[in-house]
């Protein structure tokens, strides 16, 4: 067998691209066959053409479900990725870090269910932590019903979100300052700049390339988010913290519509599938006036 031989590179690739195909590209093919079709699930499956897909975007609470998502992920932008981003210039600035490292990162590491039923807990409206401390301090208006009511239902998911993966947006950011080289941070303090001055003139500006990966992460997490929603509210109330995965998940295992289902995954993925290239086209015209 020669080396050079034409058909080596696709012989080394072959098994990639089979496993790739088995796994990744052959699912998204069935689904989109399925999308096309009227199937419960145990009957012949009915060819309905594009009928699921403009059922879709006549479906209110399909529709909804994504501004539901868009709320969640501008709420996690601030509560996740900025806290992280000051939590990250907290940590740079002091010297002995393993302790705050380790502490603001537990909860990543945390499987979401049981952070779920653990924030379940402490929001309960009657046996809650929360509410216990409200009334103990003398805000008994302040109490609510968090995860029942429709005015507080989807900020409390929020607010659950930021405690749990800002630890995770301060990890990357830290490991961006790191990078930093430090004749850059000992020169300013000379001149006389504080903690806040570096964090806001040299290091964020030095990191901007992970600000614009983290608003990505925090995009494509926030509009897949299921696990968080589906075991606090599971979409209530009223169908307020219904996003598209939850909403989803209801349409095929619930109302054993699997054909309107796959349409409403094809329909996500698509979504997903285009931020990704805008967001890359906007970064090569701004790399390409960098380099100009």
């Known amino acids: 067998m020669k080396p050079t031989a034409r058909w080596i590179p696709y012989f080394l690739v072959a098994p990639a691209f089979a496993i790739f195909s088995l796994a990744i590209l052959g699912p998204i093919l069935a689904t989109f066959g399925l999308s096309l079709t009227n199937w419960d699930g145990f009957s012949t499956p009915t060819f309905v053409g594009f009928d699921n897909f ?153 990191v901007k390339n992970l600000t614009e990966v983290a608003v990505l992460l925090c995009f494509t997490g926030g509009i897949q988010v299921f696990d968080l929603v589906y075991v606090l509210t599971n979409g209530g109330p009223y169908d307020t913290t219904q996003v598209p995965t939850t909403y989803l998940v209801r349409v095929v295992f619930r109302d054993q519509q699997m054909g309107y289902g796959s349409a409403l995954a094809v329909i996500l993925t698509m979504v997903v599938v285009l931020v990704g290239l805008i967001y890359t086209k906007v970064r090569t015209k701004e790399d390409a006036v960098v380099e100009y």
């Open 54 to 206: 403009v059922r879709a975007f006549q479906d209110k609470i399909y529709m909804d479900s994504y501004w539901h998502a868009g709320v969640y992920i501008a709420a996690t932008l601030i509560l996740e990725v900025v806290v992280g981003l000051l939590l990250a210039g907290l940590v740079s600035a002091k010297r002995n870090t393993t302790f705050y490292r380790v502490a603001f990162f537990t909860p990543v590491m945390l499987p979401l269910v049981v952070i779920s039923v653990l924030w379940s807990f402490i929001l309960n409206p009657d046996l809650g932590i929360l509410n216990r401390f409200l009334g103990n301090i003398g805000l008994e208006s302040w109490q609510k019903i968090w995860l029942g009511e429709q005015a507080t239902a989807l900020l409390s998911l929020s607010v659950i979100s930021g405690w749990i993966f800002a630890g995770f947006y301060m990890a990357i950011f830290y490991a961006g300052f790191q990078r930093i080289p430090s004749t850059i941070i000992e020169s300013a303090r000379l001149d006389g700049a504080t903690e806040w001055q570096l964090l806001r003139q040299i290091k964020i500006p030095m």
